[in-house]
């Protein structure tokens, strides 16, 4: 099994990231996906859209679905982990 993991900034954008989601899904493997707050809005959203397609596929029981315009393999053993940091005010300690 193996682990990608990554950490997410404002440089992250949705081709990037279905790219990424592509590989773990015909791989199976996880993916980490630390500080997911820091990715852009506009492109959460588009995010969000690919995930529930993945999860689709996976509920469904697939073998194989279309995900951004291919045809690709998914293997069940795929995961993906996302965490949020809290933003704190400079200078501020917990």
């Known amino acids: ?4 993991c990554l950490q997410c ?3 992250l954008d949705y081709k990037a990231m279905g790219s990424i989601f592509s590989g773990l899904v015909q791989t199976g493997a996880w993916g980490c996906f ?3 707050n820091r990715i852009d809005v506009e492109v959460l959203s588009v995010v969000s859209s690919q995930l529930q397609t993945i999860q689709t596929a996976l509920n469904l029981g697939k073998t194989r679905f279309e995900f951004i315009g291919k045809e690709i393999n998914i293997r069940s053993s795929v ?4 965490t949020v940091r809290h933003q704190t005010t400079r200078g501020s300690r917990r």
């Open 1 to 4: 099994m193996c682990l990608f």
């Open 34 to 36: 630390d500080e997911y």
């Open 79 to 82: 995961g993906y982990f996302i």
């Open 9 to 11: 900034g404002e440089g």
